[in-house]
């Protein structure tokens, strides 16, 4: 059963823009919790160069993926695949970039560690790992709404939140991997991209 997220709808042609600077031309793509499936199917059919591989841990959004690229017909569309990003042995071969959209702030510390040591076992070296989300930034002013969505998100689980960049760009140096761009985004959103070095 195909599912639709309305934020879908409203961040994909921006986050397209800036894939277009950071994907490699050709390739294979992993989409770390790809949801719905909405963002997979956006990207495939704006990149036909590329290969999207989604993924996720919920067999539901496995389930919507699946159905949204069963509709659409791609052949550069890849099946989705069971992946847990806080599994800490994870790794996929043939993946030229890794992209993962608005999971950091809605998963355990655990998923966030897991993707970057994921990201360094998987990519080669100058592959990016691109992260779109709501971030807190060290000697920049959040805005309000992401102050309260923080909040909102503490309140329906303990272990999720917003995360300071800072922190990020430190879990990266421990895996290999540097931060070589940021992209200010609708909405208060970030998009952080790392490279392996």
């Known amino acids: ?25 050709t390739g294979r793509v992993l989409e770390i919790a790809s949801g719905s499936g909405e963002h997979a199917l ?18 539901e959004a496995l389930t919507s ?10 052949q550069n569309l890849e099946r989705a695949i069971a992946l847990d990003a806080a599994d800490p042995a994870w790794s996929m071969e043939g993946v030229d970039a890794i992209l993962c959209v608005n ?6 510390i655990a998923a966030t560690e897991g993707l970057f040591a994921g990201a360094a ?4 070296s100058g592959a990016p790992l ?14 309000p709404s992401n102050i309260a969505f923080d909040e909102s998100l ?5 272990e999720w939140g917003l995360r300071q960049v800072g922190w990020l760009d430190a879990l990266a140096g421990k895996t290999g991997l540097s ?13 952080l991209v790392y490279r392996k070095a």
């Open 1 to 25: 059963m195909k599912r639709h997220t309305p934020a879908t709808a409203r961040n994909s042609a921006a986050l397209a823009q800036v894939l277009g600077q950071e994907l490699p031309h």
């Open 42 to 59: 956006f990207m495939a059919r704006r990149f036909a160069t590329l290969v999207w591989q989604p993924s996720d841990i919920d067999p």
């Open 65 to 74: 993926i699946d159905a949204w690229s069963r509709e659409a017909g791609l």
């Open 103 to 108: 999971m950091i702030h809605i998963s355990p």
């Open 121 to 124: 076992r998987t990519l080669a």
């Open 130 to 143: 691109i992260l779109y989300g709501p971030f807190l930034e060290e000697n920049s002013v959040t805005a």
């Open 154 to 158: 503490r309140e329906r689980n303990s």
């Open 179 to 191: 931060r070589s761009a940021r992209y200010e985004m609708p909405a208060n959103n970030l998009v």
